[in-house]
């Protein structure tokens, strides 16, 4: 078991890109009228294909704030799971995107991104969320996030699959910035 894991995001700030190496020891998700429940660090991953203890593969649209040195970034993840329940929500793993904003950069219209998300099954693309960010997190008081931690936000509209997929897609767009973060992994059932 790892009582931390390494996050190696790209950050587009300021018209430049730049690779941190940050330590994540302490993360957390809300899900579902406040809920909030730790995550195992161990669950963290950015691999694009992962695996997940039987059931149907299910992806539920999130917003990510990562407590960073500089002030916290922003990205999109996924709460995978098998069902949607707790137990099944700790079970599985947690994709994060690689790519990831400065809050700072983009809290002056915050209430402009929009969260979206798919079911992917074959070549088909079955929309299951589409919220804007505001709704899907709360960002006050959360600019003195502190470096070692993650909090992920899962969309309130949380689609369920019609039918199994084979992998999910969640892209967080800045329509003033015109730019896309986004996330695309395949799950595997091992039974």
């Not at 950050?11 to 998700?29: C, F, H, M, N, Q």
């Not at 996030?145 to 999910?168: I, N």
Request: charged letters at 20%; aromatic letters at 6%.
């Amino acid at each position: 078991m790892s009582s931390h894991f390494v996050y190696r995001p790209h950050v587009r700030s300021g018209g430049k890109v730049y690779t941190p190496d940050l330590v994540i020891e302490l993360a957390w998700a809300s899900y579902g009228e406040g809920k909030v429940v730790a995550l195992p660090v161990d669950r963290l991953t950015t691999a694009a294909a992962i695996q997940q203890p039987g059931g149907k593969p299910h992806g539920i649209a999130a917003i990510a704030l990562v407590g960073a040195g500089d002030g916290p970034l922003l990205t999109v993840a996924s709460l995978h799971s098998a069902s949607f329940y707790a137990p099944a929500l700790l079970a599985c793993a947690k994709p994060l995107s690689r790519q990831a904003w400065r809050l700072r950069d983009v809290a002056p219209h915050l209430d402009r991104l929009r969260l979206r998300s798919w079911h992917l099954t074959g070549d088909e693309r079955r929309p299951a969320t589409e919220e804007r960010a505001g709704r899907v997190a709360n960002f006050t008081a959360l600019d003195d996030l502190p470096p070692d931690r993650v909090l992920l936000f899962a969309a309130r509209q949380a689609g369920r699959p019609h039918g199994t997929a084979d992998g999910f897609t969640v892209e967080l767009e800045d329509p003033v910035r015109g730019e896309t973060l986004s996330l695309s992994y395949t799950a595997e059932n091992i039974e």
